[in-house]
């Protein structure tokens, strides 16, 4: 499925191709909290890094996160230098992928059967998920992957 998204100022815009849009995973960390706002949690999606294709590219910023070690995490988070709007991560530990946020994606994208919370153990104490009975929840990460998602619920798209 071809996934288009933007900026909020329009600075950048950005197309890919996803096997996996439907917008599953629903994460708590202060890290997504504080740099993609919103209720407190982001929303990430699977695509084809190789199809990326960005208009603006100057315009985009990166930023790692530097774990307690002072190790710089291999996770990128790539965003509008402009306006701020978080557009999407991408890490060299899997460079085939890469994982739009949601909220850049202009595409009317599938609303899934079930959701997946994670990262709930450092979600800000002013936030109350709202967890549905077929969602799954975890306190850290959760044991299947945005692909293992799709392919378990039959929602994978070509």
């Known amino acids: 499925m071809l996934l288009e998204g933007s900026c909020h100022c329009g600075a950048v815009a950005f197309r890919l191709e ?6 599953y ?3 708590y960390c202060s890290i997504c909290r504080k740099t993609a706002g919103g209720g407190g949690y982001a929303v990430n999606l699977g695509g ?9 590219r100057d315009g985009v910023r990166v930023y790692r996160v530097q774990g307690d070690d002072g190790e710089r995490s291999s ?5 509008c230098g402009a306006c701020g709007s978080m557009l999407w991560a991408w890490s060299a530990r899997w460079p085939e992928l890469v994982h739009p946020f949601a909220s850049a994606i202009d595409t009317p994208l599938p609303v899934p059967p079930e959701r997946t919370h994670i990262m709930l153990g450092s979600k800000a104490a002013w936030v109350a998920p709202d967890i549905a009975r077929s969602d799954k929840s975890f306190d850290d990460y959760p044991d299947e992957s945005i692909a293992r998602w799709h392919e378990r619920l039959g929602l994978v798209r070509e």
């Open 75 to 79: 996770l990128e988070r790539h965003f």
């Open 25 to 27: 995973n629903i994460c």
């Open 18 to 23: 996803s096997a996996h849009p439907y917008p």
């Open 48 to 56: 084809d890094h190789g199809t990326l294709e960005v208009e603006g």
